[in-house]
């Protein structure tokens, strides 16, 4: 199951977070065909946020056959494959390395030292690199 979270600062409307949320989860195996969803009005509770949104996010799925509402049971994932295409996959990439960044900045980090600890995990698997280690230049 996926766990959903919605980041306020992305300025990525609520329902259009989770429809993008669901479609990832599905196309990368981690929601499966026939798994019950949280209801409507579970979903706005753990998101904090106003049923009418959840309720959008879970209609726009439905009418693209990704979803399947089955009244009195819930809502569950259809057996419709979700692949993500090479441009969307790169909006979301962008989205993820803004944020990263914006993030990175709050916290007084350069992008250089953001660029170091990601070469590091990438060459160490996902293990972090120390932090007493000093970020080296990025060129």
């Known amino acids: 199951m996926v766990e959903f979270k919605l980041d306020i600062k992305s300025g ?23 798994e019950q969803l949280p209801t409507v009005r579970e979903m706005a509770v753990r998101l904090e946020i106003n ?4 309720r959008k996010a879970y ?23 979700v692949e993500i295409g090479p441009a969307e996959k790169q909006r979301m990439l962008r989205q993820v390395c803004d ?6 900045h709050q916290y007084g980090l350069t992008l250089g ?16 690199q120390s932090q007493t280690q000093p970020a080296e230049p990025h060129s």
């Open 99 to 104: 944020e990263l960044v914006a993030r990175g």
């Open 12 to 34: 990525v409307p609520f329902h259009r977070q989770i429809v993008d949320q669901i479609r990832y989860g599905i196309a990368s195996d981690r929601l499966l065909p026939g």
């Open 59 to 81: 209609s726009e799925l439905e009418i693209l056959g990704i979803l399947d509402t089955q009244q009195g049971t819930g809502t569950f994932v259809s057996h419709q494959q």
């Open 51 to 54: 049923p009418n949104t959840v």
């Open 113 to 128: 030292e953001i660029v170091n600890h990601l070469h590091g995990r990438l060459k160490h698997g996902s293990e972090t």
